[in-house]
């Protein structure tokens, strides 16, 4: 029933890895742009990266050479994979998917970067 699946999220020491993956149901016809964006806490939500439907990537200054966003060929699949990680980028994140019908958004994932 709900659009988007998003997986992978955790608690995480500082300098450690998470790979984030969200999928989207295949009702959805056509490839769309996907991302993912990030609420810390209370904080407004942010963009942190998103890819276009041909699979071209764009990064907050942030996350920039930290994490990589890439994509399933032909799919709504997207993934996060987080390098590097630092305590500022804890939060609940969540994963994007504009189509011709709307924006839809995924129930969020917990990321806790702490020692």
């Known amino acids: 029933q709900v659009p988007l699946v998003e997986s992978g999220g955790g608690l995480v020491q500082p300098g450690g890895s998470l790979r984030l993956s969200c999928a989207a149901s295949?009702?959805?016809?056509?490839?769309?742009?996907m991302g993912w964006y990030r609420q810390a806490p209370k904080n407004q939500r942010e963009l942190v990266a998103d890819?276009?439907?041909?699979?071209?990537?764009t990064y907050s200054d942030s996350v920039k050479g930290r994490f990589t966003i890439s994509r399933a060929n032909a799919k709504n699949e997207v993934y996060l994979q987080m390098n590097s990680l630092k305590p500022d980028d804890t939060g609940v994140y969540y994963c994007?998917?504009?189509?011709?019908?709307?924006?839809?958004w995924g129930q969020g994932t917990h990321v806790t970067v702490s020692s």
């Open positions: 994007k998917m504009l189509s011709t019908g709307g924006v839809y």
């Open positions: 295949e009702r959805f016809s056509s490839i769309s742009p």
């Open positions: 890819i276009s439907a041909s699979g071209t990537p």
